[in-house]
């Protein structure tokens, strides 16, 4: 089956997770596509296998059975290195509870993709400065994460995420800690900067008041996608 | 990440000084300890070889010999000159009617081979006079300090001109001399051999040791032999005897265990504080961690990270406590206390400081290496 103009290819992917004598299917059986382009949400209610999905597709995570097929590349049978090297290379991440280390400044945090890439520290601050000013912070270039309140954070997140020009941005509950003006600001941030042609974004949430700014909705249910809807009215 | 936790990374650096001071400053008083027990041997630079009874154990190990002894050493192939030195504890009497045990150095009559390595008043030349001595300057002001036999008044440091009974002998002081502290630190008193051996308890045999210079040319480790098979006494290089004194020490008394377990306390707990420090830093920071190994972190990157980390905070523990003990030591001098910084301690407590920062980063290493990035998407 061609897999040309799509990010990522699902077909029979299964996830158990086994814990003593404890066997949890997490995943039975995923089929799923995300377009180059898209923006696809993944939603559905908690333990219903979303963060397990998305675990799969970014590379941090082995599936059991079926294919994962990312950007053609079948990451499972990487090795951990190659593996790891990849996710730096075409893999950006944005977190419910931002994962910016505290230590380091706005510019620094933003700046740790490339230099994990390998990229010469000055180039590095130099794009991670661009970033920051298409979120909006250019004016917070060298206070610590701790000093910006959460939606600031987040779109620090996204800058981060984006710094490197990975080719998909999984975003794991982006808006939930975040009140609603804050969410849909974040979430039109996310739609104008990180999508494009040849970048897709799949986002995995629970909250509804950010729906209208899919391309795509995947309900997910008890280890399954149980429906995929297409979204018209972006915000 | 560390730097930015300011707790813990003053705890580690805290820890790492701890460790480095203790292990350092114990190691140097250790060593200083122990180049006491030879200070007399250091100060007598003249002689090249020492010969005294084969069943000698360190300098103050005291075996008389025969006089004639010092003749069948004069005879001996490649012996440039032999003299008599008389080593002894004898008792002073002091004016207020108390004793003080006084090490005793009776000197080559004729030579005075053998003498203080400084003088601070007075020559050594004035051992000549009638009942002359030569007292060191810390016994003079300490230990041989007059004293009013009744109360008021200050103690007045022995000086030149003074009397000083010794062994119900009278002896006068003729100069005040400097020389290094013995490991008992009693007063160190120089006069000719033969008043020393007049002053001493009559006994058969008085001659504690015959100093031997080796001819020019001559092998001094060669001459030793040659003399131990004429005599049939022991003979040693000045530096076989330090050695000989110091092996003695180390393993007869109990002084190195008692410092080996400060320095051994001052590693457990470096290593402890460190260590744990350590450990709770890199479990507080899973998250990051997980984060970065997601971002495409490999564990190579974080191994060196976390290297990097330990060692700056290792080399700052480590100049911190070595700064401290070397700060106590300057503090310190010139007084009763032993303390000798070498650099061969510096090294040890560096190796300390080390094993301590690899053990600290192994530990924390392992957790970040076994670290799944999944951890990243819990909340």
Known sequence: MSTNGRAVYCKGVTKTYVTGSTKVLALRGINLDVRLGELLMLVGPSGCGKTTLISVIAGILDHDEGECLVFQQDVRAMGQTQKTRYRGANIGFVFQAYNLIPTLTVMENVAVPLLILGRPRAEAHSRAKEMLVRVGLEDKLNVFPGELSGGQQQRVAIARALVHSPRLIVCDEPTSALDADTGRIIMEVLRQTALSADRSLIIVTHDNRIFNFADRIARMDDGRIVLVEPQVAHS | ?379
């Open chain 2, 1 to 379: 990440m560390l730097v930015g936790d300011r707790g813990k990374y003053l705890g580690i650096i805290m820890g790492l000084t701890f460790a480095s001071l203790l292990i350092t400053q114990q190691s140097s008083i250790f060593t200083g300890l122990m180049t006491r027990t030879y200070g007399s041997i250091t100060d007598l630079s003249q002689p090249d070889i020492w010969v005294m009874d084969p069943k000698v154990l360190f300098i103050d190990d005291i075996k008389p010999l025969q006089d004639t002894e010092l003749f069948r050493v004069r005879g001996i192939e490649g012996v440039e000159w032999a003299v008599p030195l008389y080593k002894g504890l004898l008792k002073a009497r002091l004016e207020d009617g108390n004793f003080q045990i006084c090490n005793v150095l009776g000197l080559d009559d004729a030579t005075l081979i053998g003498g203080p390595p400084e003088m601070v008043q007075g020559s050594l030349s004035d051992l000549r006079r009638q009942d002359a001595i030569i007292v060191n300057d810390v016994g003079a002001k300490t230990r041989l300090i007059k004293r009013p036999k009744e109360g008021g008044g200050k103690p007045v440091p022995l000086q030149i001109g003074d009397i000083l009974e010794i062994n119900d002998h009278r002896t006068i002081v003729v100069g005040i001399c400097r020389v290094s502290r013995t490991f008992q630190s009693q007063p160190v008193i120089y006069t000719t051999y033969t008043r020393a051996i007049s002053i001493a308890p009559r006994e058969r045999k008085q001659l504690s040791f015959v100093l031997v210079k080796a001819r020019e040319g001559e092998n001094p480790t060669a001459l030793c032999e040659r003399i131990k098979k004429s005599t049939g006494l022991a003979a040693y290089t000045a530096q076989e005897f330090k050695d000989l004194t110091y092996n003695y020490y180390m393993k007869y008394t109990g002084i190195p265990i008692n410092f080996g377990i400060a320095v051994m306390l001052g590693f457990l707990i470096g290593t402890a504080i460190a260590g744990q420090t350590f450990y709770n830093f890199t479990l507080e920071n899973l998250r990051y961690f997980g984060t970065l190994k997601a971002m495409g972190a490999t564990n190579g990157i974080l191994l060196r990270m976390i290297l990097l980390q330990a060692l700056m905070v290792g080399a700052l523990g480590y100049g911190l406590g070595v700064g401290g003990a070397s700060l106590f030591g300057y503090l310190f001098r010139g007084t009763e206390l032993s303390f000798r910084l070498t650099r061969d301690l510096l090294y040890l407590s560096a190796g300390a400081i080390i094993l301590i920062i690899i053990f600290s980063a192994l530990i924390s290493i392992r957790k970040v290496m076994r670290l799944e990035p999944a951890i990243v998407f819990k909340a």
